[in-house]
């Protein structure tokens, strides 16, 4: 009995494609509650069309299953790798199938009853939401620290203790390179929760973490963290959506690095640092170098820029900082 055929048996509505481009133009047409896909194809293979739903805001939380012929464990662990939910390896049968689909379509219902936060603190996302009296008793009993600029919170290699909260000032993460470049990788403000990353996955920090400008960071221990979302699915699933939504930041601030000019990358910076004060005509203070770590630039290229900026009037700089002038303008070239 075909795939389809016991789908149909089992109560589903069933869209059918042969290859792998007419599957991904049907997804996009229907928008369907799940997606079982057949690694290995002509032309555009599963692999590709994960990728592509991936990217389109309408289907990249769509449950997404591989199926193969004689798979083994290095094929399923690659299909997981991808981005795929799950793996069913042929032959199976009707039980092992419609048990599949039936928990992935549960967690798929069980995740439409949340709605996409509309602000990138954790608190708001968490505000008036069940989580919320459990994350902020946590936040009340943790111990809180005063924080200066250029103060380490935490270093590339070390192993976590704790989860950090930005309870007022400005957090940078960074990497650096083998010649001692620096490239920020986030910048983080009030309300924002850092470090839990390499608590979830139980490794070491692959950053570090370092005071912007001076911070009150609050500290909650691991295993106070992880208690909380092994009891609590929501709150579970509020991380995994801040989560997703960094990853999807990062990307964006990488393509930003590799293919846009130096004047687009430069108006970008500006304007993803103004957005952190009140208003975004406010001065801000950022040294030069934090500057060019967030575009990944030479500081040299930096100052040209801002001072051609200056010269046309989208700036100005002053003892106070750096003054956007016209956010307008410095949008349009981003």
């Known amino acids: 009995m075909s795939t389809a055929s016991m789908l149909k048996l089992g109560g589903y509505d069933v869209y059918e494609a042969t290859e792998g481009k ?31 739903l991936g990217k389109n805001p309408e289907t990249a939380s769509i449950p997404f299953i591989f199926q193969g ?48 936060p509309d ?70 403000r009030e309300g924002s929760f850092i ?11 692959t950053e570090n973490a ?18 909380l979302l092994y009891k609590n699915n929501e709150a579970a699933t509020r991380f995994i959506q801040l989560l997703t939504r960094q990853i999807a930041e990062t990307e964006n601030r990488m393509l930003t690095i590799a293919y846009d000019s130096v004047r687009q990358k430069v108006a970008q910076a500006l304007l993803t640092v103004g957005k952190y004060n009140e208003e975004i005509t406010k001065p801000f203070r950022i040294a030069r170098r934090d500057l060019s770590g967030l575009i990944g630039t030479a500081t040299e290229s930096l100052n040209r820029t801002l001072a051609d900026f200056k010269d046309e009037g989208l700036i100005n700089i002053n003892p106070e900082g750096i003054q956007i002038l016209n956010p307008v303008k410095l949008e349009r070239m981003r």
């Open 22 to 52: 007419t599957g991904l133009e049907l997804a996009l047409q229907e928008i369907p509650d799940l997606i079982l896909c057949e690694m290995d194809m002509d032309g555009l293979d599963g692999a590709g069309v994960l990728h592509v």
């Open 195 to 205: 470090g839990y990353l390499p608590v979830l996955r139980m490794s070491t920090y």
């Open 210 to 227: 370092e005071v912007l400008s001076d911070a009150e960071i609050g500290f909650i221990s691991k295993q106070d963290f992880l208690k």
């Open 119 to 188: 602000n990138e603190t954790l608190e708001e996302v968490f505000k008036e939401n069940k989580p919320i009296r459990e994350i902020q008793t946590l936040m009340d009993g943790r111990i809180h620290r005063v924080m200066k600029r250029k103060e380490v919170i935490y270093a590339e290699g070390q192993v976590p203790a704790d989860i950090f909260y930005v309870q007022s000032g400005m957090v940078k993460t960074y990497k650096i390179n083998k010649d001692g470049k620096e490239l920020i990788t986030g910048l983080y």
């Open 69 to 116: 012929d004689g798979s083994t464990p290095e094929d399923i662990r690659n299909g997981m790798n991808l981005g795929a939910d799950d793996y069913l390896s042929k032959p199976f049968n009707s039980t092992d199938l419609l048990s599949v689909i039936e928990i992935r379509m549960r967690k798929r219902e069980a995740l439409n009853g949340y709605s996409e």
